[in-house]
């Protein structure tokens, strides 16, 4: 069957560390992966994408990691600040479904000052 | 530029009953998603309008059902709801039909059914 797994647990980490989240998934075979950015009562906000063909996206602090034979995308946050606490959503763009967006259940990260 | 509004923000219906939640995409974008998120999951997607067109669904029974306006504003309508229908249902908007990259999320709309 087709899943998408991230994080189950959520993340605790100390400020200034750096936050690494996990997606795998199985058998999709996505165009690209999405990372997004969800608070509380609010819709998701969308961070990066990486394409098929790319292994490494960065913005700011942010860098993502795609690995197709893995199957595995890995998510970084640098320097990590209290701000950065949220829950963040891994998303795969399947084609067969006219691309649209598979998502994980979500990781939760709690950054302590 | 005005970002992807919903309304309204809550509701609360008993089951039974019939729903309709709508959304204005975001401007010059013409593909709006609709999507259910349960509590401490992620968004499930329901369907896709294209340009007035249903351009996708997913697992979703009939009961779920949507339009998309000239304008590209789009509504979801919900009948015989039932209590698992309690969720945040979100719209995302963007631009380009079956060539998507980023969507544009709404905040959502919390329903209750009791």
């Known amino acids: 069957s087709q899943k998408i797994e991230q994080n189950s647990e959520a993340l605790n980490i100390q400020e200034g560390k750096t936050a690494t989240l996990t997606c795998n998934y199985t058998?999709?075979?996505?165009?690209?992966l999405q990372w997004y950015r969800q608070d509380p009562g609010r819709g998701p906000v969308f961070l990066l994408l990486?394409?098929?063909?790319?292994k490494e996206k960065r913005k700011e602090r942010l860098k993502v990691t795609f690995d197709t034979t893995l199957k595995q995308s890995l998510f970084h946050i640098t320097a990590s600040q209290p701000a950065d606490s949220a829950t963040y959503l891994c998303?795969?763009?399947?084609?067969?479904?006219?691309?649209?967006?598979?998502f994980g259940a979500g990781t939760i990260l709690r950054v302590k000052s | 530029e005005t970002g992807v509004t919903q309304s309204p923000t809550h509701l609360i219906k008993t089951r039974g009953q019939q729903v309709t939640l709508r959304c204005s995409s975001q401007?010059?974008?013409?593909?709006v998603s609709w999507y259910q998120q349960a509590l401490g999951q992620g968004p499930q997607f329901i369907f896709q309008?294209?340009?007035?067109?249903?351009?996708g669904r997913g697992n979703f029974p009939p009961r779920f059902s949507g339009l998309q306006f000239p304008n590209y504003s789009s509504e979801l309508n919900v009948n015989a709801l039932e209590l698992d229908d309690s969720a945040l249902y979100l719209c995302?908007?963007?631009f380009g039909g079956g060539r998507i990259e980023t969507q544009y999320f709404g905040p959502g709309t919390r329903l209750l059914v009791l």
């Open positions: 401007s010059g974008h013409n593909t």
């Open positions: 998303a795969l763009a399947v084609m067969e479904y006219g691309n649209k967006l598979v």
């Open positions: 990486i394409r098929e063909n790319e």
């Open positions: 309008y294209y340009r007035e067109e249903e351009n």
């Open positions: 058998n999709y075979s996505p165009a690209y």
């Open positions: 995302a908007s963007s």
